[in-house]
């Protein structure tokens, strides 16, 4: 069955396997697949299971779709193809195989739409244009009780988002055998920060567990695996 690795800066988000017939990727709440960030639309890509073909489809969305660097508004998916919507990445594994032209250096697959090839230095352009809504006001996490993996005890949250877990690439990286390769994911935003629990381990604000987007406020304590932090605002 294929699946689809959620990733941003290669720090795995989230992991789908795709059961469903239709799965919906866009900023919007009643999407399968939320992508909080304002380069991406409400509702800006689908993925369909048609048999044995999985099938990406832009639905119209601002910025566009891209599967391997190539704009596309509907093709099919490959295994080990990789799809960017807004600043993040979408790894694609299924048992289909793209064939490679060797000799024209080109890629053959069952595309249904006409593809237009983005160059690095303006795939560069797009995602440093979805990072100019960054605030100016920067916060972070002191460290009062355990420690981390990289024995720091402040940590400055200067990334529109940044992962709590034991994973390479988080920004607070847990230790510990039993501490979750992603437990928690801050968005740094114009209203400010907030802090989504993820992994399946408890993630407790002042004492009490949460399940969903909190809105982070300056003193806050956050509790996650063997850690507790205390969350602050740089005057």
Do not use: C, W
């Amino acid at each position: 069955m294929a699946k689809i690795l959620l990733k941003y800066k290669e720090a795995v988000v989230q992991e789908i396997v795709l059961e469903k017939e239709l799965t919906t990727i866009g900023r919007k709440p009643d999407n399968d697949i939320v992508i909080d960030n304002q380069a991406v639309s409400g509702h800006h890509a689908r993925i369909k299971v048609e048999g044995n073909e999985v099938v990406l489809e832009d639905l119209s969305s601002l910025n566009g779709t891209y599967v391997n660097s190539q704009k596309v508004s509907k093709t099919e998916l490959f295994d080990d193809d990789v799809i960017l919507i807004g600043v993040h990445t979408i790894q694609v594994f299924t048992d289909k195989k793209r064939e490679v032209d060797k000799k024209n250096f080109s890629v053959r697959g069952r595309s249904m739409d006409e593809t237009m090839v983005i160059a690095p230095d303006d795939q560069k352009k797009i995602i440093t244009a979805a990072d100019k809504n960054i605030p100016e006001q920067l916060g972070g996490f002191l460290v009062i009780e355990g420690s981390t993996a990289t024995n720091q005890r402040e940590y400055e949250l200067k990334e529109r988002v940044s992962a709590i877990g034991k994973e390479d690439g988080s920004a607070i990286k847990l230790k510990g055998f039993f501490a979750p390769k992603l437990a928690a994911l801050v968005n740094r935003r114009k209203e400010g920060y907030f802090i989504t629990p993820s992994g399946g381990k408890d993630l407790k604000i002042n004492g009490k567990v949460i399940d969903r987007r909190y809105d982070l406020k300056d003193g806050d304590i956050v509790e996650v695996s063997n850690l507790k932090l205390q969350f602050y605002i740089k005057e």
